[in-house]
């Protein structure tokens, strides 16, 4: 089965980018009409989407943080990436990958999560 | 942009009662793009329902979902000690093309 495990450093300076990968195992990233999404969750408080990518390399990201958030997918290591540049204290949070799935019927869910990585924002 | 609004923020309530979480849109959400997950603590989300009211593969049937344009349902039927958790509602709007999600409910033993 599909399984997302993302990877990255665990503590960013300020004014920093964020760097994060998420590999995909299990199964083939390009297999299937799925997007690829990147979700967080400060501590005690509740989930925001960043964006997602299609496995074409066509993107969508959260109005507000679109000035600051690139995603980009690299087929041949079954990965994608987030960048977040600029970032700050309240950039910190833990950062889950999702698969992003429509079935036959236009139905549109995250159906498989990684486990989560806990990003921190401090000098 | 859709806000949505879950209620209440915490639930109290004893195994084998019945739970039911509502969650509601600032304006009318396709059936087909809402969905509930159930988040316990230091896990990932996991996807209970989507498309309104069709249970994820796995999901026991004493989770159901119902509902249409901006009001929403969770229900389930018979609380398990494993049902205690955070459960958040979710959109996906097509125009911008963009995920929201609720708050969260807290669903904890009294």
């Known amino acids: 089965q599909v399984q997302l495990q993302e990877s990255g450093p665990g503590l960013v300076k300020p004014s920093q980018t964020l760097s994060l990968t998420c590999t995909v195992s299990g199964g083939s990233i390009s297999s299937g009409s799925y997007y690829w999404s990147w979700i967080r969750q400060p501590a005690g408080k509740g989930l925001e989407w960043i964006g997602r990518i299609y496995t074409s390399g066509s993107t969508n990201y959260n109005p507000s943080l679109k000035s600051r958030v690139t995603i980009s997918v690299d087929t041949s290591k079954n990965q994608f990436s987030l960048k977040l540049s600029s970032v700050t204290a309240a950039d910190t949070a833990v950062y889950y990958c999702?698969?992003?799935?429509?079935?036959?019927?236009?139905?549109?869910?995250?159906?498989?999560w990684g486990q989560g990585t806990m990003v921190t924002v401090s000098s | 942009e859709i806000v949505l609004t879950q209620s209440p923020g915490t639930l109290s309530l004893s195994p084998g009662e019945r739970a039911t979480l509502s969650c509601r849109a600032s304006?009318?959400?396709?059936?087909?793009?809402l969905a509930w997950y159930q988040q316990k603590p230091g896990q990932a989300p996991r996807l209970l329902i989507y498309g309104a009211s069709s249970r994820a593969t796995g999901i026991p049937d004493r989770f159901s979902g119902s509902g249409s344009g901006t009001d929403f349902t969770l229900t389930i039927s018979r609380l398990e000690p494993e049902d205690f958790a955070v459960y958040y509602c979710q959109q996906y709007g097509s125009s911008p093309r963009l995920y929201t999600f609720g708050q969260g409910t807290k669903l904890e033993i009294k």
């Open positions: 999702a698969r992003d799935r429509e079935n036959w019927n236009g139905e549109r869910a995250f159906d498989i």
């Open positions: 304006q009318s959400v396709s059936s087909s793009y």
